[in-house]
């Protein structure tokens, strides 16, 4: 069935270090979200890619989106201790079925 | 300007006992979705609304869950016959277009658990 892989489980960095999480389909994508969601909170959106190979920028984040529509990334510049979180890719099929990657947990260390 | 509420926030049932979760979506939001997340596990999709039909049930674990939103706006996911392996929390989002390709504001979860 559809599924959305995201590597890795865990990243513990120290701040300033920079940080990216990836996911993979086994089949094209129509778009990919990514959420973050705090310890104890729910998971807010932060953004949205539809298009092939698809860049966004928003300040230290940067959002990839692959040529074929499989596989996207998160990049943190200089990770900051509000940085702390699970960042959840959530991959959208044709059929509105939207399936959420296992999520990175990352911590920062002062 | 409130958010996506669900009710209630903390929920233990006794295995057997039926539970009643309660989302009330933003105002206007076409689409309503409910997801399962187990601890430290991505949620899980579970059923998708469209006003007021289910255009989608799949996720469903088994025929002990059950969801409507009969007018279009409050949804309720009731779960028969409880089982420990449905302790979790139960996510519901809503979003303005109808489709599930748009952000989607998640609400702030009820956590059960089933003893």
């Known amino acids: 069935g559809q599924q959305v892989m995201q590597i890795p489980q865990y990243q513990h960095v120290q701040e300033g270090e920079d940080f990216t999480t990836y996911c993979n389909s086994s089949?094209?994508?129509?778009?990919i979200q990514w959420y973050k969601q705090r310890p104890g909170g729910h998971p807010v959106f932060l953004i949205q890619?539809?298009?092939?190979?698809e860049v966004k920028k928003q300040k230290r984040l940067t959002f990839q989106f692959g040529e074929a529509k499989k596989n996207s990334s998160l990049h943190i510049t200089a990770t900051q201790t509000t940085d702390v979180g699970t960042y959840f890719c959530?991959?959208?099929?044709?059929?509105?079925?939207?399936?959420f990657g296992a999520g990175t947990r990352l911590t920062v260390k002062p | 300007g409130a958010g996506v509420s669900q009710s209630p926030r903390y929920k233990v049932a006794k295995r057997g006992q039926d539970v009643a979760l309660r989302c009330d979506p933003i105002?206007?939001?076409?689409?309503l979705f409910w997801y399962q997340q187990a601890l430290g596990q991505g949620p899980e999709f579970l059923t998708y609304?469209?006003?007021?039909?289910?255009?989608?049930k799949s996720g469903l674990p088994s025929d002990r869950f059950f969801a409507e939103r009969p007018e279009g706006s409050v949804s309720t996911l009731k779960i028969q016959r409880t089982q420990q392996e449905d302790s979790a929390v139960y996510l519901c989002?809503?979003?303005?277009?109808?489709?599930?390709?748009?952000?989607?504001?998640f609400g702030p979860g009820t956590r059960l658990t089933v003893t």
């Open positions: 989002a809503s979003s303005l277009p109808g489709t599930s390709a748009s952000e989607q504001y």
């Open positions: 089949t094209t994508l129509s778009n």
């Open positions: 890619l539809v298009k092939s190979g």
């Open positions: 959530a991959g959208n099929y044709n059929n509105n079925d939207m399936r």
């Open positions: 105002s206007g939001h076409v689409s």
């Open positions: 609304f469209q006003n007021e039909a289910q255009l989608d």
